[in-house]
């Protein structure tokens, strides 16, 4: 079992920047695909940025030049950095673990960014 928490949200001003940051438990986090979503308000969730267990990336074109998904294996831990945010990225953020091979799939709560104008 893996647990997954978000950190690092809060309230920014449109162009202002946050850090998100993921972190698991388990000893086999190096394995696992990791993925940021976002759901913000009366809409479906989207797929924001995705980091593969080898360290590939592949974002949104809506975030595109302005996030960075990364990891750090020894931590545990994936972070999502944010800068020039808009007034639409305001949302939940939610990290998912994922890995076919080992049929496990598991997602955090989730942490609020508000972003004002």
């Known amino acids: 079992q893996v647990q997954l928490v978000e950190s690092g949200g809060g309230l920014v001003q449109a162009g202002g920047s946050l850090r998100l940051s993921c972190a698991a438990s388990?000893?086999?986090?190096?394995?696992?695909?990791m993925t940021w979503y976002r759901q913000a308000p009366g809409k479906q969730r989207e797929q924001v940025a995705i980091i593969t267990s080898g360290g590939g990336t592949n974002y949104a074109d809506s975030v595109k030049g302005r996030f960075t998904i990364s990891r750090d294996n020894a931590k545990n831990t994936v972070y999502l950095q944010m800068n020039n945010l808009k007034l639409e990225y305001t949302a939940v953020y939610s990290c998912r673990a994922h890995q076919t091979a080992l049929m496990r799939d598991y997602w955090g709560k989730g942490t609020l960014v508000t972003v004002s104008s």
């Open positions: 388990g000893s086999i986090f190096s394995m696992f695909h």
